[in-house]
């Protein structure tokens, strides 16, 4: 069974920085490309950053870029979100999703979530 | 960046009822466009990949009575008969180029 844990959410100060870490078992991380969506407490889903399997390929939403790191332990089957200069509009559920592809075409298919961890920056 | 519109953004009906849920992509995307459900308090959970495959057919514990449609700029998510479950709300995603932005969700209610 596919699982992926989430950690590292809490409360920050505006400015700080966090590290989220996500867990994965139940299949072979190194093979897929993973990704970080948030939501904002009552808002809509929003893509951040995908990771290519090896690691070599990364994109980043403008809102993030330049801000946020994304990185994977293949070795550790981890997948990592380093985020610096949190601001308030930061606050949301992160999710770390798995990512696969549909005839070996169409990729970009989130079909396996964490349960998400809650980053909350405030003063 | 792509933007995706979804179309009504919430929607009152009642079990039984047959639903359709719109999402128009601001340019086209073949047919590189995926559906998920969300409960409050849950992780979303995706239902159809690529346009009008079930993920039902990938791993177990999907909900089944979803279907989708289209290509292009314009597509549809339909729930043939509502159960109590699928009250939830629902999210299109376009997955044909970075950023793999989200339409703003359909809130589906009782």
């Known amino acids: 069974e596919v699982q992926l844990v989430e950690s590292g959410g809490r409360l920050v100060q505006p400015g700080g920085s966090l590290r989220l870490s996500c867990a994965a078992s139940g299949f072979g991380f190194s093979s897929h490309e993973m990704t970080w969506v948030r939501q904002a407490p009552g808002k809509g889903l929003e893509w951040l950053s995908n990771i290519g399997s090896s690691g070599s390929t990364i994109y980043y939403a403008d809102s993030v870029k330049g801000r946020f790191t994304i990185s994977r332990d293949n070795a550790k089957n981890s997948l990592d979100l380093e985020m610096n200069s949190l601001r308030a509009e930061d606050t949301a559920v992160y999710y770390c999703?798995?990512?696969?592809?549909?005839?070996?075409?169409?990729?970009?298919?989130?079909?396996?979530w964490g349960q998400g961890t809650l980053v909350t920056v405030s003063s | 960046d792509i933007q995706m519109t979804q179309s009504p953004s919430s929607l009152s009906a009642s079990v039984g009822d047959r639903v359709t849920i719109s999402c128009r992509a601001s340019?086209?995307?073949?047919?590189?466009l995926n559906w998920y459900q969300q409960k409050p308090g849950k992780a979303p959970k995706l239902l159809i990949y690529a346009a009008s495959n079930a993920a039902s057919s990938l791993q177990s514990g999907v909900p089944s009575g979803f279907s989708g449609s289209g290509s292009g700029t314009d597509f549809t998510l339909t729930i043939s008969s509502l159960q109590p479950e699928d009250f939830a709300t629902y999210y299109c995603?376009?997955?044909?180029?970075?950023?793999?932005?989200f339409g703003q969700g359909t809130k589906l209610e009782i």
């Open positions: 995603q376009q997955s044909y180029s970075t950023p793999y932005t």
């Open positions: 999703a798995r990512i696969i592809t549909f005839g070996g075409v169409i990729g970009g298919i989130l079909d396996s």
């Open positions: 340019q086209r995307i073949s047919n590189f």
